[in-house]
């Protein structure tokens, strides 16, 4: 089974700023996909970034990229230039490859913005 | 990505009392997914759900409890049975979507059900 670790339940950053926030993963699986997901209070569940395991090249999306380690099973989420409407929870979750789309998710992380 | 309803967006229901929630998809889907969020909790997958099939329950969900039903490819529902205060959760509705490679998956604005 697939476990997903998030270490920080909340993190705080100043507007304009760049933070990271640690997610780890535990598989044996060779083709997996990892995601990172915003919930602001709003509750939906929104995509930030997707990462495929088989690529080294770290995903970015806008202000958003990831630090993927595969060896160290680590997967970290980078937002640059902070904005007030980043604050929210972020998920990190894992997916196998093939026809099981099952995402397995950490426990999140309370990210606030301040001005 | 994927524009995906859900209704009803919040509720307040009473114990004992049985409430559907629908998933509207804007494109066909094979796969439906409905994943479960209890307060200040992470989301944990109840089941998939596939056209003409019986839906897949993960452990501890039940049908009896959670009946699914996905009658075509841009619909299901999930029914929340006999309702008590622990199913006082968001219920989101999600689906998968290839991009590029392989897939990914969206959600929908959530259902948020609150049991007094």
């Known amino acids: 089974a697939q476990t997903v670790t998030q270490s920080q339940p909340e993190m705080s950053v100043q507007e304009a700023e760049t933070v990271t926030l640690s997610c780890t993963y535990d598989?044996?699986?060779?083709?997996?996909?990892l995601f990172w997901y915003k919930q602001p209070p709003s509750r939906q569940m929104i995509l930030v970034i997707r990462q495929e395991a088989y690529k080294q090249q770290n995903a970015t999306e806008n202000r958003f990229s990831v630090n993927f380690q595969k060896a160290a099973k680590s997967f970290s989420l980078k937002i640059s230039d902070s904005q007030l409407g980043d604050t929210a929870m972020y998920f990190c979750a894992f997916m196998k490859g093939g026809s099981n789309y099952k995402l397995t998710f950490g426990k999140g992380t309370l990210l606030t913005v301040n001005p | 990505s994927a524009v995906i309803s859900q209704k009803p967006s919040r509720d307040i229901c009473q114990r004992g009392t049985s409430l559907t929630i629908q998933c509207q998809v804007d494109?066909?889907?094979?796969?439906m997914f409905w994943y479960r969020q209890q307060p200040g909790q992470s989301l944990t997958l109840i089941a998939t759900a596939n056209q003409g099939s019986e839906a897949t329950y993960e452990s501890g969900f039940v049908i009896d409890k959670f009946p699914i039903s996905r009658p075509n490819l841009t619909f299901s529902t999930l029914t929340v049975s006999n309702m008590s205060p622990e199913d006082s959760s968001i219920y989101l509705c999600?689906?998968?979507?290839?991009?590029?490679?392989?897939?990914?998956?969206?959600f929908g604005e959530g259902s948020w059900l609150t049991v007094v």
């Open positions: 598989t044996s699986e060779s083709n997996y996909y």
């Open positions: 494109s066909q889907v094979t796969m």
């Open positions: 999600s689906v998968s979507r290839t991009q590029g490679s392989g897939n990914t998956i969206y």
